[in-house]
């Protein structure tokens, strides 16, 4: 079993930032998994926002391009996310995820553990 514990959250001006954790825990946690980090704004579906492999290889969705920088470490089992220019339609739960995948992939489903989601909200 994995444990996921997301941090860092909270309410924040437009074109602001903040820095997000997500720290792993369990017996079968793995430090080759593929870390992701989602997002949920309100009544809509998750969505992609950055992917880090194990080789420290990172993939973000276009729109986040540029502002938001994901990085791990392997050594305290965390991923964070570092968000910056942040824009009020970015208001949404984040939420970390691990995978047995040997790539990162945008899709939800393909990610076998997930955290309880911090709330990010961007005030305009």
């Known amino acids: 079993q994995v444990q996921l514990v997301e941090s860092g959250g909270g309410l924040v001006q437009a074109g602001g930032s903040l820095r997000l954790s997500c720290a792993a825990s369990?017996?079968?946690?793995?430090?080759?998994?593929?870390m992701g980090w989602f997002r949920q704004p309100p009544a809509k579906e998750r969505e992609f926002v950055a992917g880090?492999?194990?080789?420290?290889?990172?993939y973000y969705e276009d729109a986040v391009k540029g502002r938001f920088t994901i990085s791990r470490d392997n050594a305290k089992n965390t991923v964070y996310l570092q968000m910056t220019s942040l824009k009020p339609e970015e208001t949404a739960a984040y939420y970390c995820?691990?995978?047995?995948?040997?790539?990162?992939?945008?899709?939800?489903?393909?990610?076998?553990?997930w955290g309880q989601g911090t709330q990010v909200t961007v005030s305009s």
């Open positions: 995820a691990a995978g047995t995948i040997h790539y990162v992939v945008p899709t939800p489903h393909d990610y076998d553990y």
């Open positions: 369990g017996r079968t946690f793995k430090t080759y998994y593929v």
């Open positions: 880090i492999n194990p080789n420290d290889g990172t």
